[in-house]
């Protein structure tokens, strides 16, 4: 299999790029930077001219320093052949070692030596151990899965300059990555955790989550479990985990089994609680019967509610009561339980923070050449975005923030926008009702009479993120402003009037005086969070430009003229009914995107439909144009590709996936392409391959 090309971005000034790593490793919170490969070009004629190039780098085997130097020299050799005009004299790799907070460098001179050491974060050099390549190699592992790109593109545009690789790609592999992990797993809360995490464990951090996302990638469900089960023995903990992979495994029975026995031991542990309410809440949805479905939440309920009593300042176990609530059809409590998550500032992965370079060069393999891809970059500089589109705040949105606008979206798709106004009245303390009352009670209401006023600390509304953060509407705006009137139902988008403010309640109790005898009706009414109050309004915003969109679509089709849009903005309206929970609307919208040019995030969500209806086909095709995009900017590896490549033949055989990849009409280099990811399917032994 070829290797991605190399990309080359150049240095203004010599070792500048490592100079910028080493100041930046005291700021590291989380798995590190992908890792730094940086080169030291000399002219062949003029050797007093020195070019210092560098690139990133993901999933090459950083288990020892001659592994690293081993990557080094394949670059010499590769990129700079004998008619080369400059060559490599030096090279030096980067690795971060996030359980040591260490910067592992392997430095190589051309012809020479290597040597091997790390630096501290006050950059100052230390010895390299065989135990700090150890955690190092793990690291290195867990990172190319958190790098890894979905699919979309999105990750892939966030750094520049990524050579992405497969970091397992056989079961000798797999079996180092695991012991691995065995060796480290308890040490794996001091790698930080996903930013809806609020605090690591055992069975809650990065390392977990990389173990997860491998065995659901490959299906290596087998190896997992043995895993699971030898550290089981040290800690009951790990349970949850165990039954998570029997889960994945379709073992439903030895999971239940697992969890019921492990919560004799520790009957509050919230990931095992959190575990059986997310796998009744699931059986619930695929139940025969109403009664049966009835009966399975009202389990899940009971194991989402005893969760946020054993875990209380964590989002999950919060969310999940919210969901299953939602899918009780108790929307009243779904939106009490929503207002009482627990909201994080969502901490993103560690970037590399580089000067700015003197040249860059992105070359593209022969291998990856397709018309309709090559053409994306110009065609995309070109697109027209319609303001409106560009300030769409729910698109920015991640981690708790983005979870429980999800949570919202879902409970408006099923009741719709004027309920769930309606439903938000009923449970919360509005505006203009609480003015009414203060000047019809001539007093000021008691925070004591005011049900669930929030601690502000806990859920984090200092609004330092700016993801819960909404501007307050003029008096002389208009609380049921009609903005767009839908075509089929002639109903208009309400504008959502805005929640009273927690600290103003605060403030009238300390200056009036406080009259017990007069009962406020407002005691049986909570105090609306202002993130939760803002994602009203973000939402507000959403649906507002979907209805323009949706009227306006219809009445150019009933007078049969085309609606235009550039390929971003339809980009842009996909992704908006995809979050809006439209699934049709969304696949237009992103048909009508790659009509005009090729879109990797457009090609992605269509890819979801097609594998949840089982085209298989449709399926293939969009895996074959995302796999050469994504091989084109040099990622070799996308573990939701190769997940989607797995369940095709685990469903078809490999035989008639091979067959449809090679009957598709495209150039043979570019299926070969897809042919790598069918034959990692081969090496794991997946379900399917043997037919």
């Given amino acids: 299999m ?24 005291a700021a590291l919170r989380e798995l590190g930077p992908p890792d730094l490969v940086h080169l030291l070009k000399q002219g062949v004629r003029n050797p007093t001219k020195q070019t210092g190039i560098y690139h990133h780098v993901t999933g090459i085997d950083a288990s ?40 592992m460098r392997v430095h190589v001179s051309i012809p020479g030596s290597v040597e091997s050491y790390c630096v501290d974060e006050r950059g100052e050099k230390r010895k390299a151990s065989e135990d700090l390549w150890l955690e190092t190699y793990l690291c290195s592992v867990l990172r190319a899965y958190s790098y890894a790109d979905d699919g979309s593109g999105e990750t892939i545009r ?37 930013s809806v995490v609020q605090v ?128 009780m059809e108790d929307w009243e409590n779904a939106l009490t339980i929503l207002n009482s998550c627990p909201m994080f500032t969502y901490q993103d992965k560690d970037a590399p923070y580089m000067p700015e370079p003197r040249e860059v060069h ?5 291998e990856t050449r397709l018309d309709e891809i090559d053409s994306e970059p110009e065609a995309r500089f070109a697109d027209q975005v319609d ?42 303390v509005m505006e203009d009702e609480y003015r009414t009352e203060k000047q019809e009670s001539h007093r000021n209401p008691s925070t004591d009479g005011l049900r669930g006023t929030p601690d502000r600390a806990l859920n984090g509304d200092e609004e330092s993120d700016g993801e819960g953060r909404t501007e307050k509407p003029s008096d002389t705006e208009s609380t049921a402003e009609t ?32 009259n017990d005898e007069h009962l406020s009706k407002l005691n049986t009414k909570r105090l609306c969070e202002r993130w939760l109050d803002s994602l009203f309004m973000v939402l507000y915003e959403d649906l507002r430009v979907y209805t323009i969109w949706r009227t306006q679509m219809a009445q150019y089709r009933a007078q049969q003229m085309q609606y235009r849009k550039s390929a971003e903005e339809w980009e842009i309206l996909g992704s908006l009914a995809e979050r809006l929970q439209h699934t049709d609307e969304a696949v237009e919208a992103y048909r009508a995107c790659l009509s005009l040019r090729f879109s990797p995030k457009a090609l992605a969500g269509i890819l979801r439909v097609f594998e949840k209806t089982k085209s298989t086909r449709d399926t293939v095709g969009s895996v074959i144009r995302l796999v050469t995009w994504q091989y084109r900017w040099y990622s070799e590896f996308s573990p939701e590709l190769l997940h989607t490549i797995r369940m095709l033949i685990e469903d078809e055989g490999a035989v008639k996936v091979r067959s449809i990849i ?16 069918a034959a990692l399917c081969a090496n794991f032994r997946s379900s399917g391959t043997d037919g």
């Avoid at 090679?662 to 990811?677: C, G, I, K, W």
Wanted: glycine share 4%; with cysteine.
């Fill in 64 to 103: 020892s320093s001659a592994s690293l130097a081993a990557y080094i020299n394949t670059l010499t050799h590769k990129e700079y052949g004998p008619n080369a005009t400059s060559k490599i004299v030096e090279g030096v790799y980067c690795c971060y070692n996030a359980f040591s907070r260490l910067d």
């Fill in 483 to 514: 903005v767009a009137v839908k075509a089929e139902d002639q109903k208009t988008v309400e504008k959502p009037s805005h929640t009273i403010d927690p600290g103003e309640v605060k403030a009238d109790t300390e200056n009036g005086k406080q």
């Fill in 200 to 327: 690591p464990t055992n069975v809650s951090n990065h390392l977990t989550t990389g173990l997860l996302k491998y065995l659901e990638t490959t299906g290596r469900c087998a190896s997992g479990i043995n895993l699971f089960e030898k550290l089981r023995t040290q800690d009951v903990e790990v349970s949850s985990l165990l039954a998570k992979v029997l889960f994945m495994g379709n073992e439903e029975v030895a999971g239940v089994r697992t969890l019921y026995q492990a919560l004799q031991e520790t009957p509050m542990d919230y990931v095992m609680l959190d575990t059986q309410a997310e796998f009744l809440l699931k059986k619930a949805h695929c139940a025969a019967t109403p009664e049966l479905k009835e009966e399975r939440l009202k389990m899940a309920l009971e194991c989402a509610d005893r969760s946020t009593v054993a875990a209380p300042s964590e989002f999950g176990t919060w969310a999940r009561l919210a969901s299953v609530y939602v899918a």
């Fill in 2 to 25: 070829v290797a991605p090309a190399v990309p080359e971005i150049t240095e203004d000034a010599l070792h500048e790029s490592i100079d910028a790593r080493t100041e930046s490793l």
């Fill in 158 to 194: 966030k750094i520049m300059g990524v050579r992405r690789f497969n970091p397992v790609t056989n079961t000798e592999t797999e079996h180092r990555f695991l012991h691995a992990a065995e060796q480290l797993f308890f040490r794996g809360w001091q790698l930080g955790s996903d």
């Fill in 387 to 428: 303001a409106s589109l560009t300030n769409l705040r729910a698109a920015t949105y991640k981690g708790t923030f983005k979870q429980a606008y999800s949570i919202l979206t879902e409970m408006t798709a099923k009741i719709g926008w004027d309920q769930l106004l309606k439903i938000r009245s009923t449970v919360f």
């Fill in 662 to 677: 090679q009957a598709t009409n495209l150039p043979q280099n570019v299926l070969d392409l897809t042919h790598h990811y």
């Fill in 362 to 366: 992105l070359p593209t393999l022969p």
